[in-house]
């Protein structure tokens, strides 16, 4: 199993940036998708979270803001990031785990991470 992110960057605040996690390896038509982050200095944090029904769930700090998405049929989800802030500068994680999301760290399976900088 193997989750790949994509997209990450460098944008100035206020701008806007797409996530992208490719999944393979198994069917993750049964799984929540999910975006976590670690800022600098920091521990890593839920973002958003998708479940295997598509109900969606946000951070405090994010709602209103990023959007997940997924493609069940590509096996991909996807995390909009508008209106970005210098504090959502941080590796962020695509993560995977059976059926329904949580937003502690008890996930299955997770990506290597895509750096996102976020210039004031």
């Known amino acids: 199993v193997e989750l790949v992110e994509s997209g990450g960057g460098l944008v100035q605040a206020g701008g806007s940036l797409r996530l992208s996690c490719a999944a393979s390896?198994?069917?993750?038509?049964?799984?929540?998708m999910g975006w976590f982050r670690q800022p600098p200095g920091k521990e890593r944090e839920f973002v958003a979270g998708i479940s295997w029904n598509s109900g969606t769930y946000y951070a405090d700090s994010v709602k209103g803001r990023f959007i997940i998405s997924r493609d069940k049929a590509k096996n991909t989800v996807a995390l909009q990031m508008n209106s970005v802030k210098p504090e959502d500068t941080a590796v962020y994680y695509c993560?995977?785990?059976?059926?329904?999301?949580?937003?502690?760290?008890?996930?299955?399976?997770w990506g290597q991470g895509t750096q996102v900088t976020v210039s004031s």
């Open positions: 993560a995977a785990r059976s059926r329904e999301v949580v937003v502690s760290s008890h996930w299955d399976y």
């Open positions: 390896g198994r069917s993750f038509t049964m799984y929540a």
